[in-house]
């Protein structure tokens, strides 16, 4: 299986803040996805194919990288953003996550 | 806007058999890739199972001999079913479709418990 490993594990952050989350694959793929989950709630999917914002989402998110080493970006965090965030890859067809990122406040 | 409904969680005993269904509206399953992905109490997410357009299934090692993902195209349905279950299968199981980007999940359901415990 491939795995994907995220950091940090924990970011506190204050509202304004830019914010950059990292996700690391153990081989290179070339499909990945980015998840926003708040407490008792399923996750919400942000960003697909590495780069492209689903619908809805707004563009303070943004998402990079390539090969092994993938970006999430918030520009300018807002109260609404504190959540953990879950990369994905689905280059396999056995879909593995990273650990997530929990963005506290600060 | 698709939705997706699970039922059929609860507490089962170590070895026992439960069976998750997933209804669907607003699409059509069999058009589409769905999943189940659970998450362990305070824990992260894990992929456990695909069925695929085709009919094509796909498992997680940790599941794979014990859980079988099927559909009913009358009922718009998924499911899942899960035997043997031993204590570390203990998670709320989230329904997932991908209907946009093939593999990227877009639609979850709200997730059924499962605990399994004596």
């Known amino acids: 299986d491939i795995q994907m490993t995220q950091s940090p594990s924990t970011l506190s952050a204050s509202v304004g803040d830019r914010v950059t989350i990292t996700c690391r694959a153990s081989?290179?793929?070339?499909?990945l996805a980015w998840y926003q989950q708040k407490p008792g709630t399923a996750p919400n999917l942000l960003i697909y194919?590495?780069?492209i914002l689903q619908s809805g989402v707004p563009s303070r998110f943004s998402g990079s990288g390539s090969g092994t080493e993938f970006t999430l970006t918030i520009s300018s965090l807002q109260p609404e953003d504190f959540a953990t965030y879950y990369c994905q890859q689905y280059s396999s067809l056995f879909p593995t996550f990273g650990q997530g990122t929990k963005v506290e406040i600060k | 806007e698709g939705q997706l409904v699970e039922t059929g969680g609860g507490l089962i005993q170590p070895g026992g058999s439960l069976r998750l269904s997933c209804a669907a509206s607003?699409?059509?399953?069999?058009?589409?890739?769905m999943t189940w992905v659970r998450q362990a109490p305070g824990k992260g997410l894990e992929w456990v199972s695909g069925l695929y357009s085709s009919g094509d299934t796909k498992y997680a090692d940790s599941v794979r001999g014990r859980f079988t993902i099927s559909r009913d195209t009358s009922k718009n349905t998924v499911y899942l079913q899960m035997n043997s279950l031993r204590g570390e299968d203990t998670a709320l199981y989230f329904c997932?479709?991908?209907?946009?980007?093939?593999?990227?999940?877009?639609?979850w359901g709200h997730g059924a418990t499962v605990t399994v415990s004596s």
């Open positions: 194919t590495a780069s």
């Open positions: 997932v479709s991908s209907t946009g980007d093939p593999g990227a999940f877009d639609i």
């Open positions: 607003g699409f059509i399953v069999s058009s589409y890739y």
């Open positions: 081989q290179t793929i070339t499909m």
